[in-house]
């Protein structure tokens, strides 16, 4: 029964506290603008508590990064004396989200206000491809982008790349990728070193978690604390938010929901394991069942397409999509026996063919979850769908802004 | 992307945050006294960090308490008087752990220092019982060991009742345990009317955590803080310890591994679904499988037996503990992929069985686990075996007032 005792001790007067407090501070102002638009200092201080002098200084450092700025002026009704109001600055900060996955590459970019301020995506098959070249194609979107937004007066603060894979966190190494066939690629290095953007932050996460995060932030996530987001692409993977936090796994390679056993005897999956959920319901083993040629290069459409030939009475499409949501239903059993979520939120090309497989993950649901009479887990389509990893990415670019601006350099400052 | 603004006060003044510090000192001296032994007051002053008088006021209180006693005189050194030192009383705080299983009932008794000083299990088929005489037998244990550690001076503080289903925590009730058939059964109200310990509380608690809390105290997951024990018994169950705490699902109904789909054909689970694991590898199955007869009245060694048996060479016992093997294997691949974990324990009856079924759950994981490469996840040997949950229950009882020393009312006074 070992356990570590907590001094405590009061830690006001160190000078790294102070700090933090000033962070904290500074991020719960341009928060509070953030969600509650353009306002007065005065109104802010009596809002968020802190005292005037502090919200002044605070606003100022906020102006100062390029973060807020003037807003005209408030008036606060028969009493009190108008007063200039600060908003979020429209041609200020900007995150910057990058999406390599299976059969596409994708970008992103969000202003604060969480506005998205450009938006491309380009069929591009990886799997064909090398890193290398996958790489350059991306950074040659993200330049685009830069451009576009340069223009706009937006600066990039902070890059997150999505990657259809295990991740290094530390270093930023794309780990493994089973259906790329790609292991050990410094995403982060690559990015940083190509792009260009000296003092801009460069982040890896897996594009499932990211997915998840795009709906517990501006998705149908917004309503729970605990849920799965599951996207469906050519791989399948889920983002768990557990009590309004991503939970990527105890040491941070969870979370593979793709690769848990449906069938031991079934079909070889990309990571050599078998009868893996994503070897049996991913798009591959999807398009295959319909009886539809897996074309090659990038097909951004293929799920749309099995939908309408689904709804316009293709039966092998129809029985293919029943079937895939038999499967999908049993691995959700799973996952709810272990995680006994508030939600599951189907995502990503799942989105597009939720209306054909509900039925029957709902059956396998009510047969095989051992709480379902307790604990109803509701079963949500993605408002999102294939656009949630990007959107995810530039967002938690944001996200790392709003929870320290500090991480913004005065401009004209290098880093 | 709405959060909750959080705004700062300092509650310093506020009484009842006052009642709070008090309260979380009283645990750290009796925490710090626990795990360190006797010592004086201003040795603990000294090594906490606390003020000398409040120490010697927090001391006091755990007098008053029962839960501290005077120790004889601690001598310094060369310098400085010699003290008088404190202890935790052994014939003072006293908690009880009970348990009902599918095939036996057991109670466990531990005091502060965590030393056990009652223990018994009997066998006793609860399948074949209704929870109003299952219960009746458990009290009638408990009540024995009551007595007997009366007589070594204890007095009970707290009871944990480890149950093999689900749980729900706000009103202790057991709210079903598939392999007994029983549903909502108030298990807290049971013991609390009939055990008659005024202001002793009772506590409702799945024994599958209380296992992987017994591991994390005091067993094999002492040096980890990112754990899953998995319990063998009819049913099978998993702790999930993340973090050093306990993760029962994001609503309190998860952790539900014997409830994993293995085979989706295969045979029908005591919960009514179809190839979950505890079906195809919990206890029953695997003694059909070995064709050895499942004896009714609880058989607590039917794991040694079975042991045994395969160690002697039967055949057929060494195909099912394998089968069973490869089984538990597939499913915890699963596990890890979604997880992540520094290690699996294996224990309840898996802990007896595990050396004829690790070769085949490691070549399940190699196969199957995504991360392998990069994460690798220990495979242990439970230490605590069946007695897990019941010693875990015992020890969480204690835990309780280790966190919180006011729950344990002064002598003397009722509560």
Chains 1, 2 share one sequence.
């Not at 719960?28 to 002044?56: D, F, M, Q, W, Y």
């Not at 007063?83 to 970008?107: C, H, I, K, M, T």
Request: glycine share 12%; net charge neutral; hydrophobic share 45%.
């Amino acid at each position: 029964m070992t356990r570590r005792i907590d001094s405590r001790r009061d830690e006001r007067s160190n000078p790294a506290d102070q700090r933090a407090v000033r962070r904290h501070n500074l991020s719960l102002v341009l928060r509070h603008i953030a969600e509650r638009g353009p306002r007065s200092r005065s109104t802010v201080a009596t809002e968020t508590g802190l005292n005037k002098a502090t919200v002044s200084s605070l606003v100022a450092e906020l102006i100062e990064r390029g973060l807020l700025s003037a807003a005209g002026t408030e008036y606060p009704g028969a009493v009190g004396r108008p007063a200039q109001s600060v908003r979020l600055r429209s041609d200020g900060a900007l995150g910057l989200g990058l999406e390599v996955n299976v059969d596409y590459l994708s970008v992103c970019a969000k202003d604060l206000a969480g506005r998205v301020r450009h938006r491309r995506a380009i069929a591009f098959d990886n799997r064909a491809s090398t890193p290398e070249r996958s790489f350059v194609r991306l950074l040659r979107l993200a330049r685009d982008a830069l451009r576009d937004v340069a223009a706009q007066g937006l600066v990039p603060v902070g890059t997150i790349v999505a990657v259809p894979g295990l991740v290094d966190y530390a270093s930023g190494r794309l780990l493994y990728a089973p259906n790329l066939g790609w292991t050990e690629v410094p995403v982060a290095e690559l990015v940083e070193d190509r792009l260009g953007l000296a003092g801009v932050p460069v982040r890896v996460e897996n594009e499932a978690n990211l997915g998840a995060l795009a709906e517990l932030w501006e998705g149908a996530g917004r309503a729970y604390r605990d849920f799965i987001h599951v996207s469906g692409e050519v791989g399948v993977g889920a983002g768990i938010v557990l009590g309004g936090r991503l939970f990527r796994g105890a040491r941070g390679l969870g979370g593979e929901f793709g690769h848990i056993t449906i069938y031991p005897e079934g079909p070889i999956c990309g990571c050599g394991g078998r009868g893996h959920l994503e070897a049996m319901a991913g798009q591959d083993a999807l398009m295959r069942a319909a009886g539809v040629e897996t074309s090659v290069a990038g097909e951004r459409d293929a799920s749309a397409d099995l939908a309408k030939r689904a709804r316009e009475g293709d039966r092998s499409v129809q029985v293919a999509l029943r079937d895939a949501g038999r499967l999908l239903g049993i691995g959700l059993s799973s996952l709810a026996n272990l995680f006994d979520p508030q939600a599951i939120i189907l995502g990503g090309r799942f989105a597009t063919l939720a209306p054909m497989m509900l039925e029957e993950i709902r059956a396998e649901m009510g047969e095989r979850v051992i709480a379902a009479r307790w604990s109803d887990c509701r079963m949500l389509v993605s408002e999102l769908g294939g656009e949630a990893a990007v959107r995810g990415a530039a967002s938690m670019a944001m996200e790392r802004v709003l929870d320290d601006p500090t991480t913004v350099h005065v401009a004209g400052r290098a880093s």
